[in-house]
């Protein structure tokens, strides 16, 4: 196994357990992504100076730019953006992300500071995922940035807690805020369904069991019902038996998507709203 595998089964095992039904090579192209993303994510999260954690993040961003090959987390994603025809440019929204955690104090007071947020630390991942999986039409492209939001909100919705400590507010610490975020995620996931059949058929079950088992992260924190038993509940996660269940339901959704053709993209506002910002088309 390699240190990128490890990382992976390590810090995200609702993906590694989806990615199990990726091709070896594809998934080996995934692991090199997840290994960049969660290089910067721990520059930003570590118990550092803040003072500390911004000049790492810098340095590193730098020797991004700069193709510093002696960095083998560098290299290999190089590798991964030209093979793939990635722009770097989603790269650099990735970092504009992350750096914006890199205060004293976050906090997110707008819809809008939220879609574009997400859209920077996890839309951006969504979509180079689907360029690794060979995704071409800019339809299918905008929905798997879809994934990646609606990933994002249900993260931001399960770690209310934690990131309090951490001095960021990304939304309201109370019940209504994160159950309308949950509801919120959902329309991005129902968008991003509508275009898992651009994908490739050798790597299309493993997207449908990852929306899935991370869907029920979000449906597991709405049974929690109030603040109380939230607070109290700790990290929610789904269990390997759960994920087994949802592997099996994820076969209905595969048969669901041969019924399914259109092509309308049901977050066309959001988008609106996003390249008020960022011109996404660039970026595809």
């Known amino acids: 196994m390699t240190k990128s595998q490890s990382l992976l089964s390590k810090h995200a095992k609702s993906f590694n357990w989806a990615g199990f039904f990726l091709p070896k090579e ?36 730098s020797d991004f730019r700069n193709k510093n090959y002696s960095n083998n987390i560098i290299k290999n994603i190089y590798l991964v953006l030209n093979k793939d025809n990635i722009s770097y440019k989603i790269i650099d929204d990735l970092f504009d992300g992350i750096e914006s955690d890199l205060k004293k104090k976050v906090e997110i007071t707008t819809q809008k500071d939220l879609l574009i947020y997400s859209y920077r630390v996890a839309g951006t991942v969504g979509l180079m995922m689907a360029k690794i999986l060979k995704v071409k ?26 990131d ?8 309201n610490h109370n019940f209504d805020s994160i159950k309308e975020t949950i509801d919120v995620a959902e329309t991005f996931y129902d968008s991003a369904f509508l275009a898992i059949k651009s994908i490739p058929i050798i790597s299309r079950f493993s997207i449908i069991v990852a929306r899935r088992v991370y869907k029920k992260i979000g449906n597991k924190i709405l049974k929690q019902k109030n603040l109380e038993n939230y607070n109290n509940s700790g990290k929610i996660y789904i269990s390997n038996f759960g994920k087994i269940v ?10 669901k998507l ?27």
């Open 26 to 61: 594809t998934f080996n192209k995934c692991s090199i992504l997840y290994d960049f993303c969660r290089t910067i994510d721990d520059i930003a999260d570590t118990d550092n100076d803040l003072y500390i954690r911004k000049k790492n993040l810098l340095k590193f961003r």
């Open 137 to 162: 039409d800019n339809y299918s492209l905008k929905c798997a940035i879809d994934l990646g939001i609606a990933m994002q909100l249900t993260n931001i919705a399960r770690d209310v807690v934690e």
């Open 164 to 171: 309090k400590k951490k001095g960021r507010f990304y939304i």
């Open 246 to 255: 949802e592997t099996f339901l994820s076969f209905y959704d595969l048969l």
């Open 258 to 284: 041969f019924f399914i053709s259109s092509k309308v993209h049901l977050k066309h506002n959001e988008y609106k709203i996003l390249n008020e910002e960022i011109n996404i088309d660039d970026k595809i």
